[in-house]
């Protein structure tokens, strides 16, 4: 991440709260201008030299042009074997969001039990995981945490398709439709083959979204 401090851009959410609708949009485009010159400019450089001499020139660092806020990077590392079919390219995705200093480290896994429309396996194996460890049964308990967490999300990130004004009290919903089962049970086993040691299956996971559910909206509605 980019802290906000650091391209002169600090702004907390009740700030930008207090401000008129016009100058809260200038504020956001600002802040993201000012992490988009620093992630295509100085953090781009840094990485690119010595990426290539690394990999003797074979590495190479892009500006992911499919992000419209241009703060995305994509590294792009040499290939063991050759495999045209692979379910990921050999590429690193360096998504980075202007945050503010404040933000404890800790809160960042559960920005991810927000609705991430293209990640929906991945996010539902995050809140598995989550709801197995002592810290993750805490956050997803936590009220000011959650509510802290919609309340970044809209102000930064809202866009009509995530959906973020619907995660209110009570209204979380993790479960997917019937029909989405199968497709997301595929997605989410072709996406195992990335992980590291033993992935937890896709019905265990699956089976422990109510339980999930049940815990967030109850610290919602506190």
């Known amino acids: ?8 851009e ?21 802040t993201r201008d000012a992490c988009r010159a620093y992630i295509v400019g100085l ?29 995305t990077l994509l590294l792009w590392y040499p290939e063991a074997e050759p495999a045209d079919d692979a379910y990921a390219g050999p590429v690193v995705c360096i998504e980075s969001v202007p945050k503010p200093r404040s933000t404890p480290t800790d809160s960042r896994s559960y920005d991810r039990t927000l609705p991430m429309m293209s990640l929906v396996a991945i996010s539902h194996c995050d809140l598995h995981c989550s709801s197995r460890s002592e810290a993750g049964r805490a956050a997803m308990a936590d009220q000011s945490l959650c509510l802290g967490c919609v309340k970044h999300a809209r102000m930064f990130f809202d866009r009509p398709d995530y959906a973020f004004v619907s995660a209110r009290p009570g209204s979380v919903a993790y479960l997917s439709s019937a029909e989405m089962i199968d497709p997301l049970r595929r997605d989410y086993d072709n996406a ?6 033993t992935a937890p299956t896709f019905d265990a996971i699956h089976e422990s979204l109510p339980t999930v559910e049940a815990v967030i909206n109850r610290a919602l509605k506190k």
Do not use: H, I, W, Y
């Not at 991440?1 to 002169?8: E, I, N, P, W």
């Not at 609708?21 to 485009?29: G, P, Q």
């Open 43 to 71: 953090l781009r450089e840094a990485l690119r030299t010595p990426l290539a001499e690394a990999t003797d020139g074979v590495a190479r660092v892009e500006v992911d042009a499919a992000d419209p806020d241009g703060q």
């Open 192 to 197: 195992t083959t990335m992980s590291l040691g």
């Open 10 to 30: 600090a702004a907390s959410v009740e700030e930008l709260e207090a401000l008129s609708n016009k100058k809260r949009r200038a504020k956001l485009d600002a």
């Open 1 to 8: 991440m980019a802290f906000r401090d650091d391209l002169d």
